[in-house]
């Protein structure tokens, strides 16, 4: 997958983005059904955001379900989307990291030391408390 996705980078620093689209479109083939998938799908997302779809991005990463191996970096993209392209701080933090504390206890320690950077400025502590209480 990793030289599929470097390839595709390099054709779209060429300016070929037809090349790039051609070849997540054969890793989307060779690995279709594979855990790989979900990390074709969020390269290919990045590409949808740097095309200007920030739209297209977004629905690519949503389907990304709890389940699926890569789903944390997923929604770690789309809070990105959400933060730098759409200037939606609350979507960013109660939208995709709400999310992912919930499919497991661990995702969720492993987000908490993050929520105070990523809380709208001056209320680091209510999102804390929200999520804590939430999880209690």
Known sequence: ???????AKVYW??????????????????????PEEVRIAISNAEFAVQRGDVDGALTLLREIKPTQTYFVQAREKMADIYLRHRKDKQRHVFGSWWSCARPARRTYCWTMPTWPSRCPAGHPLQCYDALVVSHA
């Open 13 to 34: 620093r060429l300016g070929q983005q037809h090349e790039a689209a051609k070849v997540i479109q054969d890793a989307l083939t060779e690995f279709q059904r594979t």
């Open 1 to 7: 997958v990793g030289v599929y996705l470097e390839m």
